[in-house]
């Protein structure tokens, strides 16, 4: 049977709601009470629709205008089989046809659209094209808590207890906390201070079976002494993993590395969701390959599957795990995770902003006890719930078809 083709592409920009206003990370001003996720919608002749998300588009790629995403969407998408996207071989995507590669290149994002589009026309999952299911449920992590001591000074640390107690509530297991407020927003020494009470007071809320996170957005660069002295500090609360805790540089993590094993700290080192090279930047290659990282970050959406699956091959030559970053993509972002997550085999756990429900329908990826079911449903099996968009948001929809 003929591949179909697509004949119908809108884009519309749905608000996503944070569960509480988030603070500053170590390094910009409060994101607020709502991101937003650019969703597309690629229908076919024979009825079948796809979605993605542009956010990545409308921030970094393009010229940042709904304009320039529709100029593209047109060109790549518009008028196109479904086949013309990615090679499919015994039920598996074996790589991108070579016109959508050059594409890819430039617009990874787009891939993840492709993927859903052609897993749907075969009637199949997402995961089946990315290599088959792995396992039946995918861990998720509160990613929500930011330096909200400093957003509601009165409270404190207070707040961001109660933010995590929140989260608990909620059936997270895992929980990641921003730290790094030396770097800019309190001096050295005493932001250092807060970051380990932070932990501290989580830690003592949570109970010793939850997993925390710390993401110091290279907020100690620079400050080995400090970074030190967190680590230190922290040990009793048993971290996770440490994130960003310095900008990349050989050097500097055979120092944590050294670090680590002088205080006894089995913390995993992450990071790598600032590198925009393709597939890996220089410096990612050597942490990775001198295996001076134990997870590396890139984002899932931004980046997309095509790129994820060579940069999964490059991890796992070093017994490196990919735990990709996924901040700022809503709801289409959790669902591209759990998907990449419910199909990789040292995927970690889905960075979970918590948004509430926007412009879905409900469906059986649902949540339980800190991670997601994975359901049986073709593509991403992410569907628009057509009365909520009708009602609210169709208003705002730029539409191009055949
Ligand atoms: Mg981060």
């Not at 680590?231 to 609360?237: H, K, Q, Y």
Request: with cysteine; charged share 30%; hydrophobic share 40%.
């Amino acid at each position: 049977m003929a591949s179909q083709r697509i004949t119908e592409i809108s884009v519309t920009p749905i608000p996503a709601y944070f569960p509480h206003e988030i603070g500053r990370n170590a390094f910009r001003w409060s994101p607020g009470t709502t991101g937003v996720e650019w969703l597309v919608r690629a229908r076919t002749e024979g009825g079948l629709e796809a979605l993605g998300n542009a956010m990545r588009h409308l921030w970094v790629d393009g010229d940042g205008s709904v304009e320039s995403l529709v100029r593209l969407l047109r060109e790549v998408l518009l008028g196109r089989r479904v086949d013309e996207f990615l090679h499919v071989s015994c039920g598996r995507v074996v790589g991108p046809t070579r016109e959508a590669n050059r594409v890819f290149r430039n617009h990874p994002w787009m891939s993840v659209l492709a993927y859903d589009l052609t897993a749907r026309e075969l009637g199949v999952s997402c995961i089946e094209l990315l290599g088959g299911k792995k396992r039946d449920r995918v861990d998720a992590y509160d990613t929500t808590l930011y330096f909200d001591d400093l957003r509601v000074p009165e409270k404190g640390v207070g707040q961001v207890v109660e933010e995590a107690g929140d989260a608990l509530k909620a059936g997270y297991r895992q929980m990641k906390m921003k730290t790094g407020r030396g770097g800019r927003w309190m001096a050295p020494e005493a932001g250092m201070r807060r970051d380990v009470e932070v932990v501290q007071a989580v830690r003592e809320l949570a109970g010793p079976d939850v997993k925390i996170m710390v993401d110091a957005n290279f907020g100690y660069d620079g400050r080995l002494d400090l970074l030190e002295d967190f680590i230190r500090e922290t040990l009793p609360a048993d971290v996770f993993w440490l994130e960003e805790m310095v900008k990349a540089d050989l050097d500097a993590y055979r120092s944590i590395r050294r670090i680590q094993e002088r205080l006894g700290s089995t913390a995993l080192l992450v990071c790598g969701e600032v590198d925009e090279d393709y597939p890996m930047g220089d410096v990612y290659r050597d942490l990775v390959e001198g295996r001076l990282i134990d997870g590396y970050q890139p984002d899932i959406v931004w980046h997309g599957y095509v790129r994820w699956n060579e940069i999964q091959r490059l991890l796992e030559g070093a017994g490196v795990r990919c735990v990709p970053h996924c901040f700022h993509n809503g709801n289409y972002g959790r669902r591209a995770s759990l998907i990449w997550g419910a199909a990789s085999e040292s995927f970690v756990s889905i960075e979970d902003e918590r948004i509430a429900p926007n412009v879905y329908r409900q469906d059986a990826f649902t949540f339980e006890n800190g991670s997601y079911a994975v359901a049986d449903a073709h593509g991403l099996g992410l569907e628009v719930d057509e009365e909520i968009f009708q009602s609210r948001y169709a208003s705002n929809e730029v539409k191009i078809s055949v």
